[in-house]
């Protein structure tokens, strides 16, 4: 059974991309920050319904405390699937931006990931079997008003998942990224009315946690394995 680490995943679409991997006979670690009762919550059901996961909570900006944790996962053997899915907004047009709106979506997006990856590669190499998911926004791809910070971030997720995917061509490990456009959760409810959605999403519609998930289950998987290096959106046709 492989084992599987996703990092913000009490979240909409972090809780369908644990779902969906515990489906498909992984070993689930559903990660949190500060809402280990919600990620506590997800690993039940999955449990409940004859797969295996767990909940662990850690802060990803904090380099020692996420090694601390990483170790004691990988006291139980190698983590073969990571989806670097945490992530935060903090939107403010770049005039009115405050230094630490800067500092703080950085952290999480591209520190964060620094964090968790680095200390799971050489476990994975070991395997000679791994996949790495990043996940970006369509706001690194295009750019998006308010949210200079957080295409910023992503973006630079995007020149180091094709690096890392570079480094570990060789080791059997691909490093990929997904840009998902609007999708369906209690955030975009409110952002994202559904006459503006009509106006920005030649589908009409925002995507389901469940699209971007089976996505990431795909690029997780034994057929994904010629894919590596690459930032694949899912939008609905908008960029």
């Given amino acids: 059974m492989k084992r599987a680490l996703v990092t913000g995943g009490s979240g909409a679409i972090g809780s369908a991309i644990c779902r969906q991997l515990a489906k498909d006979g992984c070993e689930v670690i559903i990660h949190a920050n500060s809402n280990l009762a919600q990620a506590q919550q997800i690993a039940d059901e999955i449990k409940t319904s004859g797969g295996a996961a767990h909940a662990v909570a850690f802060d990803i900006t904090d380099a020692d405390a996420t090694k601390t944790a990483l170790e004691k996962i990988l006291a139980d053997g190698a983590i073969q699937i990571l989806v670097n899915n945490a992530g935060i907004h903090d939107d403010a047009v770049m005039p009115g931006m405050r230094p630490e709106q800067w500092t703080s979506v950085i952290d999480v ?15 994975m190499i070991g395997k000679r079997w791994g996949r790495i998911i990043n996940l970006s926004s369509l706001a690194a791809v295009t750019g998006n008003r308010g949210q200079v910070n957080y295409a910023a971030a992503k973006a630079g997720l995007h020149g180091a998942t094709k690096s890392l995917a570079l480094e570990l061509a060789s080791r059997g490990i691909t490093v990929n990224a997904v840009a998902p456009g609007i999708i369906a959760s209690p955030m975009t409810e409110s952002t994202f009315p559904k006459e503006t959605i009509n106006s920005m999403v030649p589908m009409k519609r925002a995507g389901k946690p469940e699209e971007v998930a089976d996505l990431i289950a795909f690029l997780a998987s034994d057929r994904a394995a010629y894919i590596s290096g690459q930032i694949i959106s899912i939008n609905g046709a908008m960029a």
């Fill in 109 to 123: 997006s591209l520190n964060g990931f620094f964090n968790v990856t680095q200390p799971l590669l050489m476990a």
